[in-house]
């Protein structure tokens, strides 16, 4: 932070009266909180809580390398500069900067020799958000949680949220605020942490609003984010997949993803499945000699008893009717 920073001795002051851990012993409740890895995953402690927060300084020497994780993570920049790589994109992060990050992406900080930055992080599972928040009354709510990510991917994080000034030191005294009531509980769970970070998101998705609403395009991203979704089921609906997957892809709560296309596309997300196999499966009847098993196992079904009874719910009448009523039509045609 630069001398003349107004912000700084804000900052300083707030984190000198947090209980804010040393390495050591933020490395030792890391152990009872995380399983580590290439994939970060929550411990059966880490679960009980659903959240916890921690301030690191990543040096060159010691930042993470490429990873992901079975959790929501929320990355405040409090100080410094470096680089932060998702997937493929890398991108210049600062002070002021916040952004999610979803279950999927590999990702990491990358900090020059030398630097260091501060990063608060918080940690949480979809669970705890779900049973804290209504999306419905946060403004852009879904958005932030679901389109967030996307957005820095498509942009090379041109639109990502910054704050500066006031609004940096007011949202950065309420995260500070978290982190204290969390390491003061520690190991206990906090009956205040839950009201405090529903009040974090809240002032987060109310900015993330604010620069949705001057964003030319956002409509159109959405419409990109959706497309994306249903791209996902098209490219495996005939092996397994479940809703839990669909939402780990884009960084959304299995039950708030089953509403949001719900909501979208006027069906749930297993009927739709069902419905893009049993397309499938038509075109594998009119156009192969397969039998009907090897047709019920390449179009995703079990077994031949769930795909004749799926297929006649939907269509009405049988796979083998079926066929035979489409090679009676081509035989008419050619006769």
Known sequence: MKESDPVEPVLRGLLASCLVLDDEALSQRNRELLTFGPRLAFTEKGRELGCFLQVRRPTAATAFEDHTHDFF?????????????????????????????????????????GRALTILNIHFLPEFLESTVTFEKLEAGLQFFLFEPFFRSVDDASGKLAFEGAEFARLAAHALLML????????????????????????????????????????????????????????????????????????????????????????????????????HAQQLLRGTDLTILE???????????????????????????????ASAKISGRTA
Do not use: M
């Open 180 to 279: 204290d009531e969390f390491n003061r509980a520690w190991p206990k769970k906090s009956e205040l942490l839950p009201p405090l970070f529903k009040a974090f998101i809240t002032l987060v998705t109310r900015a993330y609003a604010q620069r949705c609403a001057r964003r030319p395009g956002w409509s159109r991203h959405q419409e990109e984010v959706f497309r994306g979704i249903l791209a996902f089921i098209e490219a495996r609906h005939t092996g397994p997949i479940r809703v839990s997957e669909i939402g780990s892809a884009v960084g959304l709560g299995r039950t708030r993803l089953a509403e949001l296309f719900r909501e979208r596309q006027g069906t749930s997300i297993v009927d739709y499945v069902r419905r893009k196999r049993v397309e």
């Open 73 to 113: 993570e929320i990355s405040f920049i409090l100080d410094g500069e470096a680089k932060h790589k998702s997937g493929e994109h890398v991108y210049p992060v600062r002070r002021g900067d916040l952004f999610l990050l979803n279950h999927q992406s590999p990702h990491r900080f990358i900090v020059p020799k």
């Open 295 to 325: 047709i019920a196992l390449e179009s995703g079904f079990g077994d031949v008893s769930n795909f004749n009874r799926t297929f006649r719910s939907l269509l009405g009448t049988t796979p083998r009717a079926f066929r035979a009523g």
